[in-house]
């Protein structure tokens, strides 16, 4: 994954958060390239401009909003790629604590889901965010997980989503609260 930063356009010195620089630059440099993830390590590219990714973690923090989430923390379940990206974005907009985490193996369950449980319930997640798809065949495992009640698919979250939302009036992130927990291998170990 690559980040393009270019800037022939300052960022106003009213951006001071995540939000909003990508707000900003959704508005201002709205078809440039933001992210850029190469499927493959090399050529199978995937782009997301800053419009798309405004647009797209705008929807998801309508959706987190609307469901009470604000100040919770968020399961992130993804493999690499933009969904992932606009899921993390998605949960800064709506002052979520990300807590990103690979889908389970479904040939592993035995071994993946207790790490996933001992991750839900030191991270203390409520919500579960997920493509349709892994919510589609990992809905039973999930299901099994205390502690999660809500599961969203945010690949299918629409700009409708988002219409009433004003990132304006949206919390600012504090610099004494975490926006993200990431735990590695060693630390849940079960």
Same mark, same amino acid.
């Given at each position: ?66 469901a009470g989430a604000r100040g919770r923390r968020?399961? +992130? ?13 998605g949960c800064f907009y709506a002052g979520v ?30 919500? +579960?965010?997920?493509?349709?798809? *892994? ?5 039973p495992l999930f299901a099994s997980l205390p ?6 698919? *945010?690949?299918?979250? *629409? ?20 926006? +993200?927990?990431?735990? *590695? ?6």
């Amino acid at each position: 994954m690559a980040v393009q930063a270019s800037s022939s356009t300052p960022i106003t010195s009213r951006a001071a958060t995540l939000p909003e620089v990508v707000r900003w630059r959704g508005e201002h440099q709205s078809a440039e390239t933001a992210f850029i993830f190469l499927a493959d390590g090399e050529a199978d590219e995937q782009r997301l401009t800053y419009a798309e990714l405004s647009r797209r973690a705008a929807a998801i923090a309508a959706a987190l909003i609307d469901a009470g989430a604000r100040g919770r923390r968020a399961l +992130l379940v993804y493999d690499s790629g933009l969904d992932y990206i606009t899921a993390l974005y998605g949960c800064f907009y709506a002052g979520v604590v990300a807590v990103p985490v690979y889908p389970p193996d479904p040939f592993r369950v035995d071994r993946t889901l207790p790490r996933l449980q001992a991750i839900v319930n030191d991270a203390g997640a409520s919500c +579960l965010l997920a493509t349709a798809e *892994t919510l589609r065949w990992a809905k039973p495992l999930f299901a099994s997980l205390p502690g999660l009640a809500l599961s969203l698919a *945010t690949d299918e979250l *629409t700009a409708e989503t988002a219409a009433g939302l004003s990132l304006a009036g949206l919390p600012k992130p504090q610099p004494d609260q975490p926006a +993200l927990l990431q735990y *590695t291998s060693g630390s849940t170990g079960v």
